[in-house]
């Protein structure tokens, strides 16, 4: 039998996949300034868990200090929960599951993030953007990943594959 390849070539590879299930994700967060979304994945490309940035569970989206600025106590950042801790706490299944997953997130993560991504076994972190590079959270994860053996890489975009939600 003559095989014909007439496979449709303009498909999403599995990083774009991923990373646009973390945008999406990143859909469902309340904060007005900042979006974030995870997808943690295993190596055989199964989502295992997804989350976003937003408020603990059980404090009122509505009276959340969702603030930038003013005293700690009443700003989001002492308050509010990033999307990969949120990813790693909603995963369901063995703690083993994710030891060499690989985590898919749009902003590259903090120092605590950094904290919990080592200490669940995860192996890989893919983001789409760095622009908090210059901060010392930042800088931190970057040496905790690096003297971990957290390999962390930038994922670029085809320009034919638009991932704003917005």
């Known amino acids: 039998m003559k095989k014909i390849n007439k496979a449709r070539k303009d498909y999403?590879?599995?990083?774009?996949?991923?990373?646009?299930?973390?945008k999406l994700s990143a859909c469902r967060s309340k904060d007005p300034n900042t979006q974030v979304g995870a997808c943690i994945v295993d190596s055989s490309n199964r989502?295992?868990?997804?989350?976003?940035?937003?408020?603990?569970?059980?404090?009122?989206?509505?009276i959340f200090p969702w603030d930038r600025e003013g005293s700690i106590i009443d700003t989001k950042y002492a308050y509010v929960c990033h999307a990969e801790m949120n990813a790693i706490l909603n995963y369901r299944g063995s703690r083993k599951d994710l030891e060499n997953a690989k985590i898919y997130v749009d902003l590259f993560p903090c120092n605590e993030c950094a904290k919990l991504?080592?200490?669940s076994g995860i192996k890989e972190v893919i983001y789409l953007s760095d622009k908090y590079k210059d901060t010392d959270e930042v800088k931190v994860s970057k040496i905790l990943f690096e003297e971990c053996g957290v390999s962390y890489n930038h994922l670029d975009i085809k320009d034919s594959i638009t991932l704003n939600f917005k």
């Open 117 to 119: 991504i080592i200490q």
């Open 47 to 62: 989502i295992l868990s997804i989350g976003y940035n937003g408020a603990p569970n059980g404090f009122a989206d509505n």
């Open 12 to 22: 999403l590879t599995w990083d774009e996949y991923f990373m646009a299930i973390a």
